[in-house]
Nanobody, 124 residues
Framework: QVQLQESGGGSVQAGDSLRLSCTASRGTFSTYAMGWFRQAPGKEREFVAG?????????YYAASVNGRFTISRNNAKNTVYLTMNGLKSEDTAVYYC????????????????WGQGTQVTVSS
């Protein structure tokens, strides 16, 4: 089964950019659709962005991040990215990547494999 590890989180100012990475080990990365989720203190985990197996034919986003965040992947490096531009204080959360064999799901319960998360803090 695939194992996931996020990196790239940190503390930034509102308006700044960050790029998160999620690297997979074990399993065949290219057979998994990937998602990014986030969880703020006291809130439920929410969907942020999703990608199909290649990253070329299908990406989709939560309305709150559409136009600011971009999901991409490099299957040769077993890595999926989340590029976050125009960060806002409400983007502060722990960000998780997740994997599952099927494409198009936005509920956390539909994802089989999860990373440990990386903290993103945005100060206004």
């Amino acid at each position: 089964q695939v194992q996931l590890q996020e990196s790239g989180g940190g503390s930034v100012q509102a308006g700044d950019s960050l790029r998160l990475s999620c690297t997979a080990s074990r399993g065949t990365f290219s057979t998994y659709a990937m998602g990014w989720f986030r969880q703020a203190p006291g809130k439920e985990r929410e969907f942020v962005a999703g990608s199909d197996w290649s990253g070329e034919d299908g990406t989709y986003y939560a309305a709150s991040v559409n136009g600011r965040f971009t999901i991409s992947r490099n299957n040769a490096k077993n890595t999926v990215y989340l590029t976050m531009n125009g960060l806002k204080s409400e983007d502060t959360a722990v960000y998780y990547c997740a994997a599952q064999p099927r494409f198009g799901y936005v509920q956390s319960r539909d994802y089989n494999y999860w990373g440990q998360g990386t903290q993103v803090t945005v100060s206004s």
